[in-house]
């Protein structure tokens, strides 16, 4: 797993962590840890869960309150926030600058892979994904508790990386170039349009490829090793190159979970195409293609 080195005493992770490291820094005061769970078809189930039980420390983080903006009918189902207001939210989870982020949920990292994302659009690199998530977590019955956390705010500074977003305009125009290559991450189902849970039009953007994110799964639910994502992605590249990609999904979520893979492989991820396929099909003018 990829690590940060910022001196030789501190060791900051930046993509995954296993339930053994987390274990050992539950009581570290730099380090802050943040639940994620989050049903898309019951908007209150995360909550709930979180205050019937939680790895100790963590505060909850609400998929559609606390990591999305407003909805304007245009900019799909879960719209990246304000900055400076995603900021402040960061500092109120004591979160800063220096802090060491971890995230989880109690769905394959599906739903809190977006905010690690947002951490690093946000300049912030040291956090990462509890690989095996929340059932993991359990199964070795390590520490869980139903008492909140007594988090002390603090202040995070922005330094957003606006080059880690691609916005309709741009996918439109890579979606025409074949030096570009558009990752959906939706499963397969969708992706043809043979269902449609979510959204009103079903389909896909002409041209991209379809890479669910569970592919980057073992059997065990936790992420395949460095060397095995990127053997699968350098296969699914067939020639683009890694900088190239532009990533979507649903609405702009679970595209984060291929940009983690990407990035454990060692393969500079692209871009994220935030509004995804809820915000392609507000405008009615943009093609839609079915099938393979």
Known sequence: MRRLFYSAESIMFSTIISTEQLAQHLNDPNWVVIDCRFTLTETEAGRVAYAQGHIPGACYAHLDEDLSGTKTGSNGRHPLPDVQAFAQKLGAWGVHNQSQVVVYDDSFGAIAVRLWWMLRWMGHDSVALLDGGLPKW???????????????????????????????????????????????????????????????????????????????LDLDGTL?????LREQYLEFLDGHKPEQVIHMCGSGVTACHNLLAMEIAGLKSGKLYAGSWSEWIADSSHPVAKGY
């Open 138 to 216: 359990r199964r070795e019955k390590k520490p869980f508790t139903a008492e909140l956390p007594m988090v002390a705010p603090t202040k995070f500074t922005a330094h957003a990386r606006p080059d880690m977003l691609a916005d309709t305009d741009v996918v439109l125009e890579a979606a025409h170039q074949p030096s570009n290559l558009i990752i959906d991450a939706r499963a397969e189902m969708r992706f043809i349009g043979e269902i449609e849970p979510l959204d009103p039009v079903a389909g896909h953007i002409p041209g991209a490829k379809n890479l669910p994110f569970d592919d980057n």
């Open 224 to 228: 395949l090793s460095a060397e095995e």
